[in-house]
């Protein structure tokens, strides 16, 4: 799994711990609403008097409404609502925080490649330079003018000049997947150099 994909696991994480808060928070807020229950009840009973009367079957019907208003209850609901809203904020902040991060990885990973894109066309031009040098050194040794002491300097130049060229490709390469990461790309083959 790259670091994108932790990243949207973690911002999935959080849009529902938001969804759960506000959730929390429309029950809290609901407790401070008066209440209405409707019941009825029918009965069929029998043996429930005194003799004579024993054997008879007798139905019966209940029927109300239960009303609850909450006038006072020590500012357990006043409570509950801010501990809800507490919530609500706190999960906010963390998404906030989490998506600037995001944002500074990105932006940081980019910044990365550039830079790393312009180190590698610096060193394609060291290399050309010290291929350039090298040919001159060669010319003037066949002709005399230099020792084959400079010829060698020359090519060990141009061999740390591409050493230096690879090792400027590598971090761009590094700079390149690590953007991937921040983006949530997946692999791609053949986008670095």
């Not at 928070?25 to 409707?38: G, M, S």
């Not at 609850?68 to 809203?85: C, N």
Request: charged share 25%.
């Amino acid at each position: 799994r790259g670091l994108g994909d932790v990243y949207k696991r973690q911002m999935r994480i959080l849009r529902l711990r938001r969804e759960m808060a506000r959730r929390l928070l429309d029950i809290a807020e609901a407790n401070a609403y008066p209440t209405v229950a409707l019941f009825a009840n029918y009965s069929w009973n029998r043996g429930q008097e005194m003799p004579p009367n024993h054997t008879l079957w007798r139905d019966g019907y209940q029927a109300g409404v239960v009303v609850s208003v909450p006038l006072f209850d020590g500012g357990a609901t006043e409570g509950k609502v801010e501990e809800a809203r507490a919530m609500l904020r706190q999960v906010e902040q963390g998404a906030r925080a989490l998506e600037l991060f995001i944002k500074t990885q990105v932006e940081q990973s980019a910044l990365s490649l550039k830079a790393a894109e312009a180190m590698v066309a610096a060193e394609d031009e060291n290399v050309k330079a010290n291929q350039k040098s090298l040919e001159v050194a060669r010319k003037r040794y066949a002709v005399g003018m230099v020792s084959n002491l400079e010829v060698m300097d020359a090519q060990t130049q141009l061999t740390q000049a591409r050493a230096q060229r690879l090792q400027a490709v590598y971090e761009y390469n590094l700079a390149w997947a690590r953007l991937q990461a921040a983006l949530g790309m997946p692999d791609q083959e053949g986008a670095g150099r």
